[in-house]
Structures are given as structure tokens and as C-alpha cells.
């Protein structure tokens, strides 16, 4: 399969090395050489069977715009962009394009909000309150990270109750989420905490080969993650 990865950043090389060692021909473009998606014409997007993002929200939506628009297929590991989600669901439509989006691409994580359903289900009527706490690297550049606002909407939806988010910056943290479910009398905790990259790179690419294999269509990962 071919691949071209969208970012040059930390997690981008890793995707990148990933691909390569799961036997892909990979192209990497970093920020530079894709000005404004300046990049990604059509010819040299139909050079690739998927593209993978891990940029920016801004970059993301550039890139986005050019690739859908000539009906690339398309896995976004970059967060911090859903507003344009309805617009970017729409392009993809028209042309006939696919679009695979997820907030966490670690299958650890997608299990942890699997466990955030039922815990929010069991204790909505039991005395809890809830609130999520989120710590990731310095230079990450949404805050709260869009795994916890995934956090948080379900639970809300789920539970009916609002619930608070903090967000820590430091060091190089890869990602630590926590869900606390607090009552008078105990506290229940569920923790998912990455230590490196690796599991957003295997998710990515794990993504990609799947994609590869579907009809058009736009797909969260949510609800696809365990057909992988």
C-alpha cells in the first residue's frame, strides 16, 4: 500500500516508521513542503491508495479540503478541528471520498471510553458526580484534548450531568486521561495512561490498511475500531 503522511512532527515519524515496518511505501511531507496544502494536487494525491494527518487543526482542514475534494481516502489523527467536521463530512460525500476520524487512535483508549459508557450508565442514578482530569506535552495545541471532550460528551449524554475537565501541560507527557466518579462515601477511578507515541502510530496505520478496503464513505473511529 502506499501512504503519505501528513506532519513531520513526533507522531508523524512514528507513523511513518510504522507503516514501513507493517511493509507500506511511505512519503512524509512536514509543514514546509505543504504550505497551505499547497502539496497535495491532484495528481500526486491519486499517487497514494490512503493519506494519514497528524498536523494541525489548521493544516488539517487545508489538507483536508484538497485531498476529499479529488476523492483521496483519508485517516485524520488530528484533533482540535470538528467544527468543520459537518463541512468536512459534506466534501467527502460529493466527491466520493473517505474519511476515517477519531480523537485517540490507541485501542486502549477506545476500549477505555467503552468503560466510560458503562460506568456512566451504572452510576447515573447512584449519588455521583463526575469529572475528568487530562496531561499531555507541552506542545500539544488543543486544550482540553480531544480524547477528553470525547470523554466528556459521553458521559454528559449518558449521565445527563456536566462534567468538569482539567488540562495539564508538561514536559512530554504522550497522554494521560482519568474519569473520577465521586459519591459521599467512594470514588471510583479509571485511568488510561500512554507512555509513548506508539499506540496513536499502530492505531493510525492499523486504520489506514483497514480503509483501504472499504467503499467510500466517512467513518468514525469509534465505531469501527474493532473490526481492525
Known sequence: MRILVLGAGKTGKLVADVAAEHGHSVNVLDAKENKDAAALTAPFVAGFDCLIDFTTPEAAISNMRACLAVGAKMVIGTTGWYDKLP??????ERRGASLLYGTNYSIGVQFMFKLADKMAESLKNAGYTFSISETHHESKLDS????AITLRDAVKTIAGVDVPVEAFRTGDVAGIHTLVAQSASDRITLTHESSSRRPFAEGAVRAAEWLVKQREGIYDLQNVFDKF
Not at 482540553?144 to 480524547?147: I, R, V
Open 87 to 92: 463541512d468536512m463530512k459534506s466534501l467527502a
Open 144 to 147: 482540553p484534548s480531544g480524547t
